[in-house]
């Protein structure tokens, strides 16, 4: 590389790397440090402040000021404990659903003659640009009581009675899956798009039976595809907020509505900070496997 | 060619008709002239007419789109830099902190990257608005520019521009007359997906904004807490039918970009 070329590279990845050290990487810093101070009735809420002009004196009062008692509580009451608890299940369960809705799309998707795929790519992708509040609104309509699900159902006599769907999980998991199956179906469709065929005559020709062909030729090759699309659903469903907070009850939380509740009802800024990092750590490990994956569908071709 | 199977076919109409049927029945239900939701009383504009009325509706719209142009104006060209330095310089120093940067933002749950940055703009002591939630939308959209720039830039052909830079061409220059027409189709469908996601951000304009910055998502959220209204059929469909030209448009310019031959 040139001298010249090494000068430029230096200049464009300047701009975007110190907007995200600014936005993105301090900011968490930040919220680290909160989560170790205690609540307080000033403005910020919250105690110690950092004073600068104090000099050594302030830093080393603030670095004794800081405490785990954040990260005790949400130890010690239950609350969080089954808000973290119910978030992975919930993120566990949609996922698979997910992955059960979105392969046979895709895999169909792959299998469409070529001059169709990028229509139905577009179709797909279309909903993802539309509101992701809307699309949950949407559901709104269609699930309340004199909604369009009961009076299609009891015009076939399938029900009697109009069936209760919002706040029900039942009401989160079609939320879910209809919001985050565009993110699994894309993914999965770029790896299965990619799957030569010829493997799939070849394992036929020498007397494979399709469904083992299936099992053997074409799961293992979409399994990267099938890593990433899950990963995009699990790790945003874990923290989800409108959808829990729109179409679910109000008896069981996710930790994002628990985060929410922390900050904007309780006004309990350190607590929610905490939940933020223990939330974070949790999805440390899948956020770095998913970085792991995009990272070689980008640059590994 | 080849036919789809009858499973195949099955599974795309289901997929699809799930996909659409929740949108079509919403922009449907926004034309039906009663105010009940789920009695149909023939065609109607009303509500769209009653939106008109609606000061509180309107200004929050206005101050969304100005969000939301000016923090995909930006995301657009902090974007395209990072995927220029990501795809151009496989080793500088920093590079695995910077992709980490850039890919986290992605899948971070959003109210994690709302509170932190809400932390951020209180500790610096901003007053929280306009100007803030358009640093928010900023960094969050951002990184998918840099991914839909990246994948642009990794179908590229490095000969015309080196070309250029062999005859004495600067490096500026180079940019501007070679390389940016190039992936200007992943520039354009950047942007208009950066402006489409802050449009569309519910959860961290909620953690960012200030007195005065209730943005269209705020506005309709508090909204629907309250239950359907046939008004908030109406400015959903509004703004589906915005972002659905949007996504055409930009769908038929990634196209002619993509008809040239390589690095044409």
Not at chain 1, 160 to 170: K, R, S
Not at chain 2, 230 to 236: H, M, T, W
Request: aromatic share 10%; proline share 5%.
């Amino acid at each position: 590389m040139s001298a010249s070329a090494s000068r430029w590279a230096k200049v464009t990845a300047l701009a975007p790397y110190l907007w995200l050290v600014a936005f993105f990487l301090v900011p968490f810093l930040i919220v680290l440090k909160i989560s170790l101070s205690q609540t307080a009735i000033a403005q910020p809420p919250y105690l110690p402040v950092f004073d600068i002009a104090a000099g050594w004196q302030g830093v080393k009062d603030f670095v004794g000021g800081l405490s785990f008692a954040n990260y005790l509580t949400l130890a010690s009451d239950d609350l969080y404990l089954f808000s973290y608890l119910r978030s992975l299940t919930v993120a566990t369960v949609a996922t698979a659903i997910l992955v059960l809705f979105g392969f046979p799309i895709a895999y169909a998707m792959a299998r469409a003659p070529r001059r169709l795929r990028p229509l139905l790519v577009m179709l797909i992708v279309l909903p993802f640009w539309t509101s992701f509040l809307i699309r949950v609104y949407a559901w709104i309509n269609i699930l309340q009581r004199d909604g369009l699900l009961n009076e299609a159902l009891s015009a076939l006599g399938l029900i009697g009675q109009p069936v209760t769907w919002l706040a029900t999980d039942t009401a989160v998991y079609i939320g879910l899956v209809y919001s985050y199956l565009p993110f699994m179906i894309l993914p999965l469709y770029a790896s299965l798009e990619k799957l030569d065929t010829t493997l799939l005559e070849a394992a036929a020709d020498l007397g494979c039976p399709r469904w083992k062909a299936f099992w053997t030729v074409t799961v293992p090759l979409a399994l990267p595809g099938l890593g990433a699309g899950a990963l995009l659903c699990f790790i945003p469903i874990a923290g989800e907020f409108v959808i829990p907070d729109l179409l679910g009850g109000s008896d069981t939380t996710m930790i994002g509505q628990t985060l929410w509740t922390e900050f904007f009802a309780n006004k309990d800024w350190p607590v929610a900070s905490a939940v933020a990092v223990v939330l974070v750590t949790l999805l440390v490990g899948p956020i770095a496997i998913y970085q792991h994956l995009q990272a070689r569908e980008i640059e590994g071709r | 060619m080849r036919r789809l199977s009858l499973t195949n076919l099955t599974a795309l109409g289901l997929g699809l008709a799930f996909l659409y049927a929740p949108i079509a029945i919403l922009v449907v239900y926004s034309f039906n002239a009663s105010r009940l939701v789920t009695v149909w009383g023939g065609w109607s504009t009303r509500w769209y007419a009653a939106l008109l009325e609606d000061q509180a509706m309107i200004d929050a719209a206005l101050i969304s789109l100005g969000i939301a142009l000016v923090s995909a104006a930006l995301a657009t060209v902090l974007g395209t830099m990072a995927a220029l330095a990501l795809t151009r310089f496989a080793r500088f120093r920093g590079r695995l902190l910077f992709a980490a940067m850039i890919y986290a933002p992605l899948v971070m749950p959003e109210v994690i990257t709302g509170l932190s940055l809400l932390l951020l703009f209180v500790a610096l002591d901003l007053d929280r608005g306009f100007f803030t939630v358009t640093i928010a939308h900023t960094t969050l959209t951002m990184c998918f520019v840099t991914v839909i720039v990246q994948s642009r830039l990794a179908g590229f052909d490095r000969s015309l521009e080196e070309a250029a830079m062999d005859l004495g061409c600067p490096p500026g220059r180079t940019f501007l007359a070679i390389t940016l027409p190039l992936i200007m189709p992943g520039v354009i469908a950047g942007f208009l997906l950066a402006f489409s996601l802050s449009l569309d951000d519910l959860v961290i304009a909620s953690f960012t904004t200030g007195p005065g910055a209730t943005t269209l998502p705020i506005r309709i959220y508090s909204e629907v807490r309250l239950g359907v209204k046939p008004e908030i059929n109406a400015i959903c469909t509004i703004l589906i039918a915005v972002v659905a030209v949007a996504v055409v448009a930009a769908s038929l310019i990634g196209k002619s970009g993509e008809t040239r031959p390589r690095g044409a």
